[in-house]
């Protein structure tokens, strides 16, 4: 048996009765100390640090019977220059692959330029695999997504409100300098340009070839864009996040 506290936000991964409190966790054979708290509920990208007996511990560290473990959680990037000594700094230009409750989410984080890969049939080893592959950020409300080996930086959604989403998000890697909004397909995470009106003549509306004369569009999927009505309510949604 050892004794288990969890500090500050890794508490959102605990029966309510486990909250502000040290309890007994039981075990056979000897863990290693992320397996052990993995199976408590708290994925590791989500651990800034662990402390064993008071004194600094790794992931890989065996859990000896009868120790004392507290763990304490990742930090927002924006707020601290230093890190916890488990947490490894995000990816600059940060980008992001999403699991299948997430697809609003995806459409805005593109919005605001972020490379973003979502598609709704990707399965759990799938998104661990292209996170692993191409340095992505694993966004989720899936725990056991977060409990996936290969998965580097990832981070488990408290809120079901896209704004408040896209907030935490922001906050937690530090993306405020890095946005580029209007810059991405919101369809399909492709780079979008800006284009000819005549090259795309076609594919516009009536009223949209009367009244606009500045067009992008993207080259992957083809979708237009313009700076209609649509526009400025997005841009009151940026200046509101």
């Not at 989720?140 to 704004?163: A, C, P």
Request: charged content about 20%; aromatic content about 12%.
């Amino acid at each position: 048996m050892a004794h288990i506290f969890f500090h500050g936000r890794l508490q959102d991964f605990l029966p309510k009765h486990q909250r502000q409190k040290w309890f007994n966790y039981s075990f056979t054979g000897a863990p290693a100390l992320k397996d052990a708290l993995e199976a408590l509920g708290v994925p590791h990208p989500e651990i800034g640090s662990i402390l064993l007996e008071g004194q600094p511990a790794a992931f890989l560290d065996s859990l000896p019977r009868g120790a004392r473990v507290e763990a304490y959680p990742i930090v927002c990037e924006e707020s601290y220059e230093r890190l916890p000594p488990l947490q490894i700094k995000s990816p600059v230009p940060a980008c992001f692959v999403l699991d299948v409750h997430l697809g609003k989410l995806a459409r805005y984080l593109r919005l605001l330029g972020f490379d973003t890969l979502y598609e709704n049939h990707y399965d759990d080893q799938t998104i661990a695999q292209l996170a692993a592959k191409e340095q992505r950020i694993v966004l989720t409300r899936d725990i056991g997504l977060l409990k996936q080996k290969v998965v580097v930086w990832g981070y488990w959604l408290r809120s079901q409100h896209l704004e408040t989403q896209l907030a935490e998000v922001m906050k937690r890697f530090g993306l405020k300098s890095q946005t580029q909004p209007f810059t991405r397909c919101m369809a399909c995470n492709g780079s979008i340009a800006e284009v000819p009106k005549e090259s795309i003549l076609p594919l516009l509306q009536p009223k949209t070839k009367a009244y606009f004369q500045e067009f992008y569009q993207c080259p992957i999927c083809q979708r237009v864009y313009w700076k209609g009505s649509h526009y400025d309510k997005m841009q009151g949604f940026l200046e509101r996040l």
